[in-house]
């Protein structure tokens, strides 16, 4: 997360991609027994890609599912794909 997010004023907006990052920020805390993200990737830079698929794939447990629907290959490039049979 950005360190300037807290000193920003109440009524700016935040970009797409500030969105979605805070979105998963939101989320992790929750530790949600599924979590669906849908196009996660639109917006971000390459390097906030890898970041946020490092972000995934910690989050990830025996114990949750995320699903993830993107319409690129980029974001599935970083995340490792949990193959266990259920």
Known sequence: MNPSFPE???KRSFSGGEKNAMRFCQMAPAEPVV???N???SGP???CLRI???GVNQFATADNATL???H???LLDVIT????PM
């Open 52 to 54: 946020r698929g490092r």
């Open 39 to 41: 196009e996660t990737d």
């Open 45 to 47: 830079r390459h390097r």
């Open 81 to 84: 794909p949990d193959l266990r």
């Open 68 to 70: 993830l629907i993107t």
């Open 35 to 37: 979590a669906i993200s």
């Open 8 to 10: 920003r004023s109440v």
């Open 72 to 74: 690129y290959q980029r």
